[in-house]
């Protein structure tokens, strides 16, 4: 799913005229959509992710017993959408052995963590710690594990303030160069148009695209 589109674009601004036959407004279109994309560090389309990796962190130990361990995953892509058909699957990826090749794969039951399906954060319950579940062996030093989820995230459709900043950005962009601000000659493919995107957004349009920033993890 595009944040914008051609059509979007036709639709917001029907009396502006085009400028190079149509090819650049393709091209700003595109644009701004992979910059959001880059900006945000996730995709806004509907999609099923399987079995994304995520790495557990070894407890610190004092005197053989974790004092820290992570009870809680970032995942990289949401909102999240789980219903009938839409399951949400975390999996543990243990290795004990030196080679670090997994050992066992084993789902975890989904009533031990919790899925806030608007930021992605997926905690685990009070009273079920990670090395209750990651580190069960006892040999907390040696174990190793990775976390797999299989989920599906997304927007039905693109959220109102996000497709406004974008529309936004192409109004101000083809302004500046229908007033000769920025050389259409300088920006005739996709790597012109990304570039000169860069150094062009505003400050009040990265607010609102840093709001949609993902988790750094």
């Known amino acids: 799913m595009a944040v914008i589109t051609n059509v979007d674009v036709t639709t917001a601004f029907p009396t502006i005229p085009s400028i190079g036959e149509g ?4 091209l700003l279109v595109g644009g701004i959509n992979t910059i959001i994309e880059r900006i ?9 992710r399987t079995r994304e990796r995520y790495t557990v962190k070894t ?16 995942l990289k892509n949401y909102p999240v959408i789980e219903d009938g ?22 789902t975890v039951a989904r009533t031990s963590y919790l899925v806030e399906r608007d930021t992605g954060i997926v905690t685990l319950r009070t009273g079920v710690t990670s090395v209750d579940i990651l580190f069960s062996s006892g040999s907390y030093p040696s174990v190793r594990g990775s976390v797999l ?10 959220p109102e303030d996000i497709k406004a900043a974008a529309l936004a950005i192409y109004y101000r962009i083809w302004k500046l160069i229908k007033d000769e601000k920025i ?5 005739r493919s ?3 148009v990304l570039e000169m995107l860069r150094t062009q957004l505003a400050p009040e349009e990265m607010l609102i ?6 988790h750094v993890y």
């Open 85 to 106: 058909s839409n399951t949400f699957v975390l999996e543990l990826e243990s290795s004990i052995d030196s080679s670090g090749d997994p050992d066992s794969v084993s």
């Open 59 to 74: 407890p610190r130990l004092r005197d053989g017993v974790p004092i820290e361990v992570q009870n809680q995953i970032l």
């Open 183 to 187: 050389l259409h000659s300088s920006i």
């Open 190 to 192: 996709d790597f012109g």
């Open 40 to 48: 945000c560090k996730r995709t806004f389309a509907s999609a099923r």
């Open 23 to 26: 090819t650049f407004e393709k």
């Open 149 to 158: 989820v299989t989920y599906t995230s997304g927007f039905a459709t693109v």
């Open 209 to 214: 695209l840093s709001s949609y920033k993902r």
